[in-house]
């Protein structure tokens, strides 16, 4: 398993603004992933964030609006611009530290007002 | 869209009954994993299962899988006030060299003492 922290737990953000969260992981990790989980639903992909090279982003999701860092094997940053109250979710992230098993942050709480 | 979805969406029963959850899903899939998630927090991996096994054991969560039917059910038994969280199904979803979970809607169980 891995042990992955998130910064911040959670933020109440003013529209127009952007949030950067960070995530951290105790070890070395070659694929990270961005989840969104709005109020009430299930957590959607927003993108895969691999060392090295650009992130890549699922349907529906674009880089102006989310744009990733990946700076090295143990973290990475997601940043949630121009906020508008839709974009109040928490946002989580994960790695792949076993094949095929993803370990989750504790997410992101993010309030728009 | 959604791969998997989970039935019932809320199951509320008292401890020491058993609980059992289901997840269908619509395409292929190389596993399936199940998660917790407590009150909005992060995900809690608890079982991945692959799809050439047909059942698994971990503590006092069983898990099966029935590739025919594209479905799988997460069964906890004797359960305690403490199992009181959201359940998900998750199917991967490989596309090239990445892999990303793709969510089902969730079961929210409530375990009553």
């Known amino acids: 398993s891995a042990v992955i922290s998130q910064k911040p737990s959670r933020d109440i953000c003013q529209r127009g603004t952007s949030l950067t969260i960070q995530c951290q992981v105790d070890s070395q990790v070659t694929m990270m992933f961005w989840y969104r989980q709005q109020p009430g639903q299930s957590l959607t992909l927003i993108a895969t964030?691999?060392?090295?090279?650009?992130?890549?982003?699922e349907s529906g999701f674009v880089i102006d609006k989310f744009p990733i860092s990946r700076p090295n094997l143990t973290f990475s940053t997601l940043t949630v611009s121009n906020l508008s109250p839709e974009d109040s979710s928490i946002y989580l992230c994960?790695?792949?530290?076993?094949?095929?098993?993803?370990?989750f942050g504790p997410g992101t709480r993010l309030t728009v007002l | 869209s959604q791969q998997g979805e989970e039935d019932p969406q809320a199951l509320s029963i008292q401890e020491g009954e058993n609980a059992t959850m289901n997840c269908s899903y619509k395409t292929s899939i190389n596993n399936l994993q199940w998660y917790r998630q407590n009150s909005g927090r992060g995900l809690v991996h608890l079982i991945l299962i692959r799809s050439n096994e047909r059942e698994k054991h971990s503590g006092r969560l069983r898990v099966t899988l029935d590739t025919s039917k594209k479905s799988s059910s997460l069964l906890i038994t004797a359960s305690r006030a403490a199992d009181t969280a959201s359940y998900f199904c998750?199917?991967?979803?490989?596309?090239?060299?990445?892999?990303?979970?793709?969510f089902g809607k969730g079961t929210k169980l409530s375990v009553k003492p």
């Open positions: 998750a199917t991967d979803a490989r596309t090239g060299s990445q892999g990303n979970l793709i």
């Open positions: 994960s790695v792949e530290v076993q094949t095929d098993t993803q370990y």
């Open positions: 964030a691999n060392q090295g090279s650009e992130a890549t982003y």
